[in-house]
């Protein structure tokens, strides 16, 4: 009996291990949230009792680089695919692409075509592939059909349906007899009223006070249908903003004739498409034109904006300073609030909460990029992610359980489309490290401890074997 009991020890000890490493199957699922244009430090300006409780009781990253340009529609399609724009093909709201020689605006609502949304495979599909189901509830982009899919649930985007009946179905999604793993909730605010009453405003005060309500009904909802405490919640953003003024517009017309050049985007990053023949006047009129504004050739683009290789990116690229507006002339329409700047600018990061049973809990941690949620919700899916330009490295702090290992490859690239060669990235973490040593001490240990007792228990057969052995050699 004595001699089963490392035995058992070592099974016990390889069964912690093992659920120490692995999500548990109920706890394998995610609602991610988006409030768009929640800037990070909204957080402080007026009390904001959900989202701490959220912090006090999960996770909160004070500063989340987004990607550029910190728009609605790249940013959306970046927290579900983990690419930069130049990889994700949405590289703005309002686009040209020269090769399917068709237009893509926000404005206008025609956004529906499969085309510009192939070239990434966002998150519900991945998932769906693997046999599970999703549900998604006005998130940018999920009620358009990709690669010949749609969400498994998905409502068609109505800006007037309410945060309630949003949740509503998000709910019914999660409980239902064959319940999603991954839910994805949308609201408009507060964008629209940053928008419009700049985010300077004292008047953002009750439009954040407004926002918190509503994750407190989410919460609410959550704990009613016993889902609390068993989906991980995320709750992000797809950008910041800042206060713009009348006093800093750049009028194009100022320094452009308006024949020469086409305007696909407009503010605060200018996408020009010169018309033929016309780059070099139409460069050399605008390099110099603004104090604030810096015009690059495509080429020239910076590289740690990830925004150049790719045809939706227009041949000129004029970038406004933080709160300086591009209009073609003072008479089209002004707002006070704008986003879409330098995504180095702490104005236009988002927030980042999360809660649940695989996050940790009061932890804070400093940074991450908008790009690291994708392999985070893989991991958290339990789905092998598709190539990224995140790391799920940077982020698993985050979670109350190393990743079991070997985590599949998860791509650390600009995946190009230029002279960048792939790195391919070991997604091994230094708790991953601790984790494995430990786990192999513990095993070594009570491997010794069994050998041990092994021997032990056969130590009188063996002297009695030896004996019988040596006794007649010793007699011949
Ligand atoms: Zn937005």
Redesign the pocket.
């Known amino acids: 009996m004595t001699s089963k009991c490392p035995l058992v020890s070592f099974i016990l000890a390889a069964l912690t291990l093992s659920t120490t490493f692995s999500l548990q199957p109920d706890q394998q699922k995610v609602l991610l949230v988006s409030f768009?244009?929640f800037r990070w430090d909204y957080l402080y300006r007026v009390p904001t009792p959900n989202f701490h409780y959220v912090m006090k009781y999960g996770v909160h990253v004070k500063q989340v680089t987004n990607i550029f340009i910190t728009?609605?529609y790249p940013?959306h399609y970046t927290l579900v695919t983990g690419l930069f724009a130049e990889n994700h093909g949405i590289v703005a709201n309002d686009m040209f692409d020269p090769i399917l020689n068709k237009s893509f605006s926000l404005d206008h609502m025609n956004i529906y075509d499969s085309d510009f949304w192939e070239e990434a495979t966002p998150i519900w599909i991945t998932n769906q592939r693997e046999g599970h189901t999703s549900g998604a509830a006005m998130w940018p982009g999920a009620d358009v059909e990709i690669h010949e899919t749609f969400p498994t649930h998905y409502m068609p985007y109505n800006e007037s349906v309410s945060f309630e009946d949003r949740v509503a179905k998000i709910i019914e999604w999660f409980t239902s007899k064959e319940p999603v793993n991954l839910g994805l909730l949308y609201w408009e605010d507060p964008?629209d009223m940053g928008h419009h009453l700049g985010p300077d405003s004292p008047l953002m005060g009750p439009v954040i006070s407004d926002i918190d309500n509503k994750l407190g009904y989410l919460i609410q909802m959550l704990e009613k249908a016993k889902l609390w405490n068993v989906v991980n919640l995320i709750i992000t953003s797809?950008?910041g903003m800042t206060q713009c003024s009348e006093e800093r517009v750049i009028e194009l017309d100022h320094y452009l004739d308006k024949d020469h050049y086409t305007l696909v985007d407009q503010s605060p990053v200018a996408a020009i498409l010169p018309k033929e023949g016309k780059f070099d006047e139409v460069y050399e009129a605008l390099v110099h034109a603004h104090p604030n504004l810096t015009v690059y050739k495509k080429e020239e683009i910076p590289e740690r904006w990830h925004y150049k290789y790719n045809s939706r990116i227009q041949p000129i690229l004029a970038v406004a300073d933080e709160g300086w507006y591009i209009l073609q002339n003072k008479s089209e329409d002004f707002l006070l609030g704008n986003?879409g700047y330098d995504n180095a600018l702490a104005e236009m990061h988002p927030i980042f909460l999360a809660h649940g049973p695989a996050f940790r809990k009061n932890f804070t941690k400093e940074a991450m990029n908008s790009t690291d949620l994708y392999p985070l919700l893989c991991h958290l899916l339990n789905i092998t992610a598709m190539p990224h330009n995140g790391s799920l490295r940077n982020v698993q702090d985050l979670l109350s359980s190393a990743p079991p290992g070997p985590i599949p490859y998860t791509q650390s690239t600009t995946l190009l489309l230029g002279s960048v060669e792939p790195e391919y990235e070991q997604e091994e973490s230094y708790p991953y490290f601790i984790g494995v040593s430990l786990g192999s001490i513990i095993v070594i240990v009570f491997s010794v401890i069994f050998i041990k007792h092994l021997i032990h228990s056969q130590i009188p057969a063996l002297q009695d074997m030896q004996g019988e052995i040596s006794q007649p050699l010793l007699q011949a």
Do not use: I
């Open positions: 768009d244009g728009k609605t940013n964008d797809d950008h986003h």
